[in-house]
């Protein structure tokens, strides 16, 4: 599953059980980074505190905050398995 959203220019993009896990509505306020991003998410959305994920900003995944701007564009991704 893959759900889309825009918050002020920011697009979000969740795959699989984290598109889940959000519903088909997402609402977050204007958030300036990462860091901010996912307070919010784990405020509305409880269930994604107690799931992995790594966040990739403009096709990068990250290792700490980073800034947002109304360009960029954010993807939550699961763990992923195979070989």
């Not at 919010?40 to 096709?59: Q, S």
């Amino acid at each position: 599953m893959l759900s889309c959203y825009y918050f002020m220019g920011v697009k979000i993009i969740l795959f699989g059980k984290l598109a889940d896990i959000a519903g088909s509505s997402v609402s977050i306020d204007n958030v300036p980074d990462t860091d901010s991003l996912v307070n919010a998410l784990h405020k509305n959305y409880p269930a994604l505190t107690n799931t992995k994920y790594v966040i990739a900003v403009d096709k990068q995944v990250i290792s700490g905050n980073t800034a947002l701007n109304k360009n960029s564009m954010v993807a939550l991704l699961p763990p992923f398995s195979g070989g």
